[in-house]
Structure formats: structure tokens, C-alpha cells
């Protein structure tokens, strides 16, 4: 199986400022697709200042390497026997790309949300080949409360029969849908809903403006060609984070970093919220914590842009 990723349009160069981009949970290796306003040409994340890579983590929809890739024994897409994955797999993958690119030192690493958890596995697997690291609204291990989120995601999808069928990479489509309803709801909260999708009219029957959101937003990641099963791969690939497993404990991973970090966190954050990073920080030698206001939550990191680049900029200038 193959290895998605994006470069800029020209090869490395020793001596290049690398800023490696990891991902969250349905974007892709492409940043200047899901993160327009941080990266490209003229952005704060210059592709023509930095050589930025962005790699489609394992069991991504949008890579070469998950559910929907054919398995070559049958010739039929792997679905529900694509093998269970963790997030220090997906960090191997990503090591193999970075030598196959001639990259020997990564001057930043960014990482929002699941893209957090490969930043700090990384940081742990390879200290010395990481100079600076920016973990962005995320954990150094699973929390409970993401896990339940989780779990409901699952039952959504196997309350679908079409998904335990795996009959095409089309199955699960309805359960998806509302797996992905159940997500957006631990992505956002109460005060950003109420903001954004409270009802027009005063006199309104029966309130729809939150619920016709909900079903627009299940919709729009089947048409961008989500598949369930890696959804429901990569969910459990969330589960697998835990740090310290096998290192004596989160605390004790933590103090073997070497990258100079930032943790940020948003004051809204209901999967991370900020009581984490601030322990994350003071376990890092060297670290330092900072925290984004926003009412709307985990996904405050691709809202608060003014904020997130006063953050992010000086990280920059230092390279």
C-alpha cells in the first residue's frame, strides 16, 4: 500500500526550514485544503519560506492505505478486515515518508487536534530529529469523555445494518452520517450553537435551524467520499493514544522530549480542555502553555485565526 502526501511543487533541499503538519481526524494530506487560512503562498505557513509536508495518515479515506484500498488477495476493497491500527503506527508511516524525502531534522511540527497525538508519539520516537514542536487543542492520551463520543459513533454505524454487511465501501453511509452528527456536537458547544443556529423567527412551530446543521453537516462528509469504515478505523486508532504505555507513564514520556514546545489549548474545549495542556506543559522540560478564548470549542483552532497566528508567528520567526 501506498503513502499519500503533500510537498510544496519543488524537492527538498538540505538546509530548508521543514514544517511538518499533521493532521486531524477527516482532513487530509493536503493543509492548503483544510487549513487555507494558515497555509500557502503568502500565508503565515509560507510555502515558498517553509518546505511543508502533510502526510495522509493510515486509515484516511483520503489516502492509499485504509479500509477502502483493495486488498490485493481478493481484489475487493479490505473494509472490516483492514488491520487495527494505533497512532504510533500512523508516526512510522509518516517516518518512512521523512526519509524518503532526505529529511533529517524537522524544524517545526504542527499538530491540531488527532494530529496532536502524532506530534507528541513523534516527539517521543525520534527526539532528537524534531527542533520545535506546537500541539494544538489536543492530549498526550485519550481521554475518557472522547472515548464515549466514540463508542456512540460506533453504535450509530452498527445500528446501520448496511455497515456489518460490508458488502461495498458504500455501507454505512446513514450510520455515518449520524456518527458524524454525534461528533460535531463534542466539537462545538452550547454557546457557539446558540450563536449560530438559533431560530430566525420568533414565532417559529417547531425550532429545525440546529437540526437541519446536524443533518447537513452527516451529509456533506459522505459526499466528500468518507467512508465509514475508516471512520470507524480511525476512531479506534483515537483509543489507542496513550503515551506513557510501555514508558513508565505519561509524565515519564513526556520528560524525554528534546523539541522546544508549545501547547495550546482553547478555553472552550470540551475533549481538551485546558486543565491537560497545562499538565502536558509542566511535564515537558522547557515547555510553555498557551490558551485560545473561544465559545466554540474544539474546533476553535480552525475559528480563531487572529489569536491561533499571534500564537504561532513568533514559533515561526524562531526558525
Known amino acids: 500500500m501506498d ?79 483492514f488491520p487495527d491500527t494505533t497512532i504510533r503506527d500512523m508516526v512510522k508511516a509518516n517516518i518512512l515518508v521523512r526519509k524518503h524525502l532526505g529529511i533529517d531534522k524537522i524544524d517545526l511540527m504542527i499538530g491540531p487536534s488527532i ?9 517521543v520516537m525520534e527526539p532528537d530529529v524534531i527542533e520545535n514542536a506546537f500541539f494544538l487543542a489536543t492530549a498526550n492520551r485519550v481521554p475518557p469523555f472522547l472515548t464515549a463520543f466514540n463508542e456512540s459513533q460506533r453504535m450509530a454505524m452498527l445500528a446501520d445494518p448496511s455497515f456489518k454487511e460490508a458488502k461495498d465501501i458504500h455501507g454505512g453511509e446513514v450510520g455515518l452520517k449520524c456518527a458524524r452528527s ?27 435551524r440546529a437540526s437541519s446543521y446536524q443533518r447537513y453537516q452527516g451529509e456533506k462528509l459522505v459526499r466528500r467520499e468518507f467512508d465509514a469504515y475508516s471512520y470507524w478505523y ?4 483515537l483509543d489507542s493514544m496513550n503515551l506513557g504505555r510501555g514508558r513508565g507513564g505519561v509524565e515519564a514520556a513526556l520528560a524525554t522530549i528534546k523539541a522546544r514546545s508549545t501547547v ?41 485565526n487572529d489569536q491561533l497566528s499571534a500564537i504561532l508567528a513568533p514559533v515561526l520567526e524562531r526558525l
Request: proline content about 6%; glycine content about 8%; aromatic content about 12%.
Open 234 to 237: 480511525l476512531s479506534y486508532a
Open 264 to 304: 495550546v489549548s482553547i478555553t472552550s474545549d470540551m475533549l481538551f480542555p485546558p486543565s491537560l495542556g497545562v499538565a502536558s506543559a509542566a511535564a515537558i522540560p522547557g515547555a510553555e502553555h498557551k490558551q485560545i478564548t473561544s465559545i466554540y470549542g474544539h474546533d476553535g483552532f480552525l475559528i480563531e
Open 115 to 123: 494530529g496532536g497525538f502524532l506530534t507528541y508519539e513523534w516527539a
Open 182 to 208: 454525534i461528533a460535531l456536537i463534542s466539537y462545538r458547544t452550547c454557546d457557539g450553537y446558540n450563536t449560530t443556529q438559533s431560530e430566525q423567527d420568533d414565532d417559529v412551530m417547531v425550532a429545525d
Open 3 to 81: 503513502l499519500i502526501y503533500h510537498t510544496p511543487d519543488r524537492e527538498y533541499s538540505k538546509g530548508e526550514k521543514v514544517v511538518w503538519i499533521c493532521h486531524a481526524l477527516t482532513g487530509n494530506s493536503d493543509p492548503e485544503d483544510w487549513w487555507p487560512q494558515m497555509v500557502g503562498k503568502g500565508k503565515l505557513i509560507d510555502l515558498d519560506k517553509y518546505y511543508v509536508v502533510c502526510v495522509s495518515m493510515i486509515c484516511s479515506s483520503y489516502g492509499e492505505c485504509s479500509p477502502a484500498t483493495v486488498d490485493p488477495s481478493t481484489g475487493k476493497p479490505y473494509l472490516l478486515t
